[in-house]
């Protein structure tokens, strides 16, 4: 566990000790929430970035038969905090639904409309 990993669970720690102190001395009731993630990882998402979307413009459902294709779109995920101390390379995974059009290939998109 990393140096960093080891502070920031200390301070969580201390932290919830000072709050329960105070609570119990002014005799009143109360709740505090701490919420995060504790990640061993060589870089991390920005966090504008942790929900991504993608303008693809308004596609015609014809040009998409029989596994056709539309002009491709770029996109960035930023990353910060990137330590290469031990790799020198990195991968992305996309996950999703794949196309039974073109297995392995793509994903499928889906109409969330409502």
Do not use: W
């Amino acid at each position: 566990m990393s140096k960093f990993v080891k502070t920031a669970i200390a301070a969580a720690m201390v932290m919830g000790a000072f709050t329960s102190t105070a609570t119990i001395a002014a005799g009143n009731n109360g709740t505090a929430r701490f919420y995060g993630t504790i990640e061993d990882s060589v870089c991390s998402i920005v966090p504008d970035d942790h929900k991504l979307e993608v303008d693809m413009g308004d596609i015609g459902a014809e040009k998409l038969k029989n596994n056709g294709t539309t002009t491709p779109k770029n996109f960035q995920i930023r990353l910060q905090d990137c330590v290469f101390d031990t790799q020198e390379t990195m991968t992305t995974t996309f996950t999703g639904t794949v196309s039974s059009a073109n297995s392995g290939n793509y994903y499928t998109i889906f109409n969330t409309d409502t």
